[in-house]
């Protein structure tokens, strides 16, 4: 089949970027043609590209910055048999009433479905989401023929290494010392991926006697037009911080917060190798969101063999299997218009000082294989394509 795809460049750094990247070459090889729209990583004129072993032709903006005014023409030239969209529907206008059949891969992340993203789907072909609880949410919204595909991973990649060799990879200290960390885009206020909470949470960690180093693999002032000044919270929380390319090493040797150097993160030059050594780095991995699509760093660190504490809300239950999900302590309206949950500081504390303690061993869940990239495309892809092959 002749697709095109929506979403972020696939050699950018975003959450809508690596599916692609990992999608788009497994896909070639099973003989269809893919074509993306890129509404971030690319400014510039039509053009074709390597992704991995697969030609992708690559569609740019005109206008509108999401492809509202151009899609049916780039869609008309590609011929696409089909047009899926990997990105947040809500800013998307009219599409189920185009020339072409949509498809949209989307992620779900309130209690109900937000009436902003039922009003975007409406003509749709068939809803994609990312996790049962999605699908759950939408067949009780009317949208009976919604399919689950799920993100993947590279399990070449993401497996367990050594923990010593690995922070000496990242440049975190090889002193033994317990490190819990996080791997999120602060990019949103409130903060989604619970920033604020987390960093209360380690503060009540150090206060009950306990040591150790937080990781934030994040940019310390907001990546976009929202997010929090995290330097201003550690200051006013009294929590010494420093980056790992800090030059001044007391600095560095006091921190109790690290955070990585922040013009690779700005310049989006951070490799999945690399953070395949963040996981691996780390005794425990952070995820309380308030909400998740998905949660792709859940699973890569669970594939690396990292415990995980995520909170037991929206897709995050369904994908913890080393660790524990906290119950939110209590439910907050967001303005997309739906509930999603607010993270008890005192439970990530109480899981962080468990896991310091051995509460939790480094293991691989058996799930996890579930989710290879090359299961997904032939387990989920490649059924759904055909069924809409054979629809003509």
Wanted: proline content about 7%; some cysteine.
């Amino acid at each position: 089949m002749r697709l095109m795809f929506t979403g972020a460049a696939p050699w950018a750094n975003s959450g809508y970027s690596k599916p692609l990247r990992y999608l788009f070459p497994r896909l070639a090889a099973a003989g269809h043609e893919i074509a993306l729209c890129a509404f971030y990583g690319w400014d510039g004129t039509t053009t074709e590209t390597d992704v991995g072993g697969a030609r992708v032709r690559i569609y740019p903006t005109a206008r509108d910055g999401y492809f509202n005014d151009i899609i049916e023409y780039h869609a008309a030239s590609w011929q696409a048999q089909a047009v899926i969209t990997l990105q947040d529907v809500w800013i998307l206008q009219d599409w189920g009433k185009k020339n072409f059949r949509w498809c949209p891969w989307l992620p779900i992340d309130t209690h109900p479905v937000s009436q902003p993203i039922l009003k975007a789907i409406e003509g749709c072909h068939t809803p994609l989401v990312w996790v049962d609880w999605a699908k759950r949410e939408l067949q009780q919204a009317g949208w009976m023929q919604t399919r689950v595909i799920p993100f993947g991973v590279d399990l070449e990649l993401h497996q367990p290494a050594d923990r010593d060799a690995a922070r000496a990879a990242v440049g975190l200290p090889n002193d033994g010392r317990f490190i819990a960390g996080m791997v999120a885009a602060n990019s949103s206020y409130p903060s989604r991926k619970s920033f604020p909470e987390v960093l209360l949470a380690w503060v009540d960690f150090l206060n009950r006697g306990n040591e150790g180093l937080l990781y934030l693999h994040t940019t310390i002032t907001p990546k976009g037009k929202a997010g929090i000044d995290l330097a201003n919270i550690l200051q006013l929380l009294n929590l010494p911080w420093s980056t790992l390319d800090d030059p001044d090493p007391a600095r560095k040797a006091a921190a109790v917060v690290m955070l990585p150097g922040q013009h690779e993160m700005w310049a989006g030059t951070v490799s999945d190798r690399k953070l395949a050594s963040i996981y691996n780095a780390l005794d425990l991995y952070l995820a309380p969101s308030m909400a998740e699509g998905f949660g792709i760093p859940i699973l890569e660190a669970q594939a690396c063999g990292v415990p995980v504490v995520t909170l037991n809300n929206t897709s995050m239950h369904e994908l913890t299997w080393n660790g524990i999900a906290l119950e939110p302590l209590q439910l907050t309206w967001e303005q997309e218009g739906g509930w999603r949950g607010v993270a008890p500081v005192e439970g990530i504390a109480d899981a962080i000082e468990s896991a310091a303690h051995g509460g939790f061993t480094r293991r691989v869940p058996e799930e996890v294989a579930s989710f290879d990239w090359d299961v997904v495309v032939e387990r989920d892809w490649l059924p759904f394509l055909a069924d809409l092959e054979a629809e003509g």
